[in-house]
């Protein structure tokens, strides 16, 4: 997503939104860097004209862990380099009209038996956008229910305001260390996703 200058058409800001972790490095790397993230914004700056903002959407069940060839610098460096000219040549295809700004908050308790958590998120409406904000990771296929549901453009930001564990479909639980060892119950990320998608049908 691209901010542009009314009069001149000029892109100033932008973000982008993608379904994937920025951890790469590993424990053993001790030198400072900005990660997977950080060195993509940084190359896409010369095709943007400017550093976007990289935003998790859903990224419960995506990494790029499988095809790693390293866990250092050097490799964030390597696949960083690698998306940027993707990204960059992604076309941008509408326009989205923005206006005032109106919030629906959302609540949700898990309940186990090691307790209970809360879970706050909410859904912000930018007039033609509306922004999913969630302190956790959704799945992809509950991610595209709730853009598929929604009335307006949206992003889904993940890992924004807190983070509270995996979110997957039922029929996920079990394949992967993300369900086996989760607290969150089996179907509750169904029960979450339909209030993110009710709050953004209420914001219209």
């Known amino acids: 997503m691209k901010f542009c200058d009314a009069v001149t058409g000029t892109p100033f800001a932008g973000l982008v939104n993608w379904a994937t972790h920025s951890a790469t490095c590993g424990q053993a790397e001790t030198r400072l860097n900005s990660e997977f993230a950080g060195m993509t914004s940084k190359k896409l700056e010369p095709y943007f004209g400017f550093f976007p903002a990289m935003i998790v959407g859903v990224a419960g069940d995506c990494s790029n862990r499988n095809t790693r060839q390293g866990t250092g610098v050097e490799e964030a460096e390597r696949i960083s380099s690698g998306i940027a000219p993707q990204i960059a040549a992604i076309p941008v295809e509408a326009e989205v009209e923005l206006g005032g700004i109106r919030v629906q908050t959302l609540f949700h308790t898990v309940h186990n038996e090691g307790g209970h958590l809360g879970i706050r998120g909410c859904v912000i409406s930018l007039g033609g956008l509306h922004l999913f904000v969630a302190p956790l990771e959704f799945g992809a296929k509950l991610g595209k229910q709730m853009k598929a549901a929604c009335p307006q453009e949206g992003l889904i930001f993940g890992c924004t ?44």
């Open 161 to 204: 305001g807190g983070y509270y564990e995996y979110w997957l479909p039922e029929e996920e639980y079990g394949l992967s260390f993300e369900t086996k060892k989760s607290i969150v119950p089996k179907g509750d990320p169904e029960v979450l996703t339909n209030k993110y998608i009710q709050a953004s049908q209420l914001l219209g």
